[in-house]
């Protein structure tokens, strides 16, 4: 039996191995304070930003105001969390329903905090069973009658391994699609492709830790949304844990590591986390396209039914041929008068909502 047919759910809409979210614990990103609660609910509280997702649109809108500087300010509050910034969704504990999590919820964050948000949840996930899904539905049924502010989150993209090789996978796309693709794979004759385990004996080795983190550091840097800048402890955590069953994808041009991809084995399902590129090499070997491609062999060598892509660059993935689903945020707000204020304008943070929509129609 393949490790990850045996591994074992510990929590609803857990979709990576919980030594991800131990990590996340034991080293939380800077400005951080996490913790599991009594009740088995992840949770996190930080200075959030309320612009950080915003539309373009309504930053816009709102600079143009009159005394923006002064006031900008307080769009920064202090905000509790539910669930982790290391997981696809947000894991709740089995033994809870929902009202007695939303019960827990607001005695404990929404009285003490300004902002809560319960992140990520799932919209009748393909990726999850049906129960997981009834009970995100009923939480989030519970969750408006108590006055949460229910807004569309991001795009989750995710291949079904469903074709039996890459080929095939590459021809349901259009002939200039198929043709631009194969013209960028062709960079993969460069490289050399290494797959290391987590908990392998060169994670022992301080220096290439180090080389990894400054890689992730590169591409969390140029990135548009700044929110969790994770830790190298944290990646000295998860790299030499030899039983989260992660995969370290290297990519190497002559001695020298071009970028490097970790994924996790987990109920069938590769899934991706955490990309780093040397910026010097990466772009001259297309090395996110190669990678995509490399991740989707290794899904089929491994009989696995699904490859999880993460959250970033939805337009980019859709042309690889990615499918999507969605989340929601659940948002609530101790002043009365603000949360009526972010309902009003809640639809300007549903950005890759409105992608997806325009897309399709």
């Keep these: 039996m393949l490790k990850q047919e045996a591994e074992h759910k510990n929590y609803i809409n857990q979709l990576e191995p919980e030594g991800i979210l131990s990590a996340f614990i034991a ?17 996190f509280t930080t200075q959030f930003d309320l612009l950080t997702t915003a539309e373009p649109a309504l930053r816009q809108r709102l600079a143009a105001l009159p005394g923006y500087r002064r006031w900008r300010k307080w769009l920064t509050l ?8 290391t997981s696809e969704y947000v894991c709740l504990p089995y033994s809870q329903q929902p009202e007695a999590v939303l ?12 902002l809560t948000i319960i992140k990520d949840l799932p919209l009748r996930s393909p990726l999850l069973s049906p129960s997981d899904n009834d009970y995100n539905l009923r939480l989030i049924a519970a969750a408006r009658r108590r006055g949460f502010v229910c807004v569309e989150g991001q795009a989750l993209a995710w291949v079904p391994i469903d074709f039996a090789s890459v080929d095939e996978f590459l021809a349901r796309m259009s002939h200039s699609r198929r043709r631009n693709i194969r013209r960028k794979l062709r960079s ?12 392998d004996v060169r994670f022992q080795d301080s220096v290439f830790r180090a080389q990894l983190y400054q890689q992730y550091l590169a591409v969390w840097h140029q990135s548009e949304l700044h929110f969790d800048r994770l830790s190298a402890n944290f990646f000295d955590h998860v790299l030499t844990d030899a039983d989260s069953d992660g995969r370290l994808f290297c990519y190497w041009h002559q001695g020298e590591l071009a970028g490097f991809n970790l994924c996790y084995l987990y109920q069938r399902r590769l899934i991706d986390k955490y990309i780093g590129f040397d ?7 297309n090395l996110y396209f190669v990678s995509w491609f490399v991740n989707l062999e290794y899904a089929l060598s491994e009989g696995l039914q699904s490859y999880v892509a993460g959250w970033t660059d939805p337009e980019v993935k859709a042309s690889l041929g990615a499918s999507f689903t969605f989340t ?8 009365p008068l603000l949360q009526r204020i972010f ?5 300007y943070f549903e950005s890759d909502t409105q992608w997806y929509r325009q897309r399709v129609l």
């Design 27 to 43: 080293h939380p990103p800077e400005g951080f304070r996490s913790q599991i609660t009594e009740t088995g609910l992840p949770l």
């Design 279 to 285: 910026y010097a090499l990466a772009p001259k070997f």
């Design 188 to 199: 993969r004759d460069g490289l050399n492709i290494e797959v290391l385990k987590t908990g």
């Design 328 to 335: 929601c945020h659940l948002v609530r707000m101790r002043n």
């Design 78 to 85: 202090n905000t509790c969390f539910i669930g982790a910034t």
């Design 103 to 114: 019960r827990w919820i607001e005695a404990h964050c929404i009285n003490k905090q300004p």
């Design 343 to 347: 309902r009003y304008f809640s639809h």
